[in-house]
């Protein structure tokens, strides 16, 4: 069969369903990633309740060979409460990333004019402490495939945690407040909101702007992932995680193997 941006669609999907993994896609079919991951999202019959972004740091954009952030849906299927189980594929290559992310509480429509980042914060409701799983479904792992890949692949979203949400938030300095992973009762990682594009709320009015071009709104109710602040940690299924967001508290998974 000839390779389609519908060909590479039904088979990531299928990947991310089944466990298994695809082999790299021409670039060429890819575009920039988006309209695969669209074709995704639709054809799963799955709601979006939200986005991540990614590449956010420049520790992660080294990783991952980019320069820019890319965003990703969050389908209901695979978002979890804190204290859930979470099933993973070990042939995903799982990762864990300790992030914020945010309600909105007013919608943000397309329009001409870019977003302000006061209006984006007007626009933003309660922070959550939030896990984010992430790996590959195309071969050679989320190292060696390009940003268009990960893009066309959700963002290598492999699943989304989010704690309670909190107005406390405001009351801090969001770059300077540090988080942390706890993995089977070890502290094995940490780093403060400023490894997100300097500020988590940048992330907000970069994802604000970047839906806003492609004539996407970001509607009230939806919770947006906004990056990780502790870089990517190997995880596998049995692993107990922790992410510690001091003031603003934790949020936790458990990990089985996907079947």
């Keep these: 069969m000839t390779e389609t941006q519908d060909t590479v669609a039904a088979a990531l999907w299928r990947a991310r369903i089944d466990g298994s993994v695809v082999p790299k896609p021409q670039p060429g079919i890819l575009g920039d990633g988006y309209g695969v ?17 990614g590449s956010t740091s420049p520790q992660a954009q080294a990783r991952l060979g980019t320069d820019q952030p890319g965003a990703g849906a969050l389908l209901a299927r695979f978002c979890y409460a804190s204290g859930d189980v979470v099933p993973i594929w070990p042939r995903h290559e799982p990762y864990v990333e300790v992030e914020f992310a945010f309600t909105l509480r007013s919608t943000l429509a397309p329009r001409d004019t870019p977003f302000t980042r006061e209006e984006v914060e007007a626009a933003t409701g309660t922070c959550h402490p939030a896990l984010e799983l992430v790996g590959s ?30 107005d406390a938030w405001r009351e801090h300095d969001l770059t300077g407040l540090m988080t942390s992973l706890h993995k089977n009762g070890q502290r094995t990682a940490e780093g403060p909101g400023e490894r997100a594009l300097g500020d988590p709320l940048n992330v907000m009015v970069w994802l604000a702007n970047h839906c806003r071009e492609r004539g996407i709104p970001l509607t009230a109710g939806e919770i947006v992932s906004t990056g990780t602040c502790t870089g990517l940690i190997g995880v596998a299924p049995g692993d107990r995680l922790v992410g510690d967001f001091g003031p603003l508290g934790q949020v936790r998974a458990s990990l089985t193997k996907a079947t």
């Design 137 to 166: 479904r195309i071969e050679g792992g989320l190292e060696a495939i390009g940003r268009a890949m990960i893009t066309a692949d959700g963002g290598g979203n492999l699943a989304f945690v989010s704690g309670a949400g909190t």
């Design 37 to 53: 991951q669209a074709r995704i999202v639709e054809n799963s019959g799955e709601a979006r309740i939200g986005w991540k972004v």
